[in-house]
């Protein structure tokens, strides 16, 4: 098995942000509903959108969506539990960061669905990855 350390481009995407700074990809969305929720969940829709507020493109940014049982009642009643996980960057400020998180629930709420958003960030050099293999 072949261990390698994902690399990621960075463009520009004038339209995805309110200022036009480039991006590395956003690879992994993980959206968390209750099995007993009857709501529709778009996920192409909302990778689309993600990939207009992130600056990403889909062939990098992968929405899964897992089905749960329960979780602990807290003071919020989402539809949705939402864990981004994104490189950490000089240009992904707290400030710009949060606005994007405004702007996913903001992209659940045009689906008729609450949405509770958490994003982390990691460092590149400590991410790595091992794809399927071909053969």
């Known amino acids: 098995v072949q261990i390698t350390e994902l690399t990621t481009s960075s ?3 004038p339209t995805s942000h309110p200022t036009s700074i480039k991006h ?5 969305v993980k959206i968390f509903a209750k099995q007993t929720m009857t709501k529709p969940i778009p996920l192409a829709a909302l990778q689309s959108k993600l ?11 992968k929405l899964m969506l897992q089905r749960v049982d329960d ?6 009643q989402e539809d949705c539990y939402v864990d981004i996980r994104a490189k950490g960057t ?4 707290r400030e ?12 659940f709420k045009e689906h ?8 982390a960030t ?3 050099p400590r991410y790595f990855h091992v794809p399927p293999s071909t053969n």
């Open 11 to 13: 463009f520009e995407s």
């Open 24 to 28: 590395p990809t956003m690879p992994l």
């Open 51 to 61: 990939c207009d507020i992130w600056g990403t493109k889909p062939n990098t940014t």
């Open 112 to 119: 008729d669905l609450s949405a509770n958003v958490r994003l």
């Open 122 to 124: 990691y460092e590149g």
């Open 71 to 76: 979780w602990t009642d807290e003071s919020f």
């Open 90 to 93: 000089e240009e992904r400020t």
């Open 96 to 107: 710009y960061v949060l606005d994007g998180m405004k702007r996913v629930q903001g992209a």
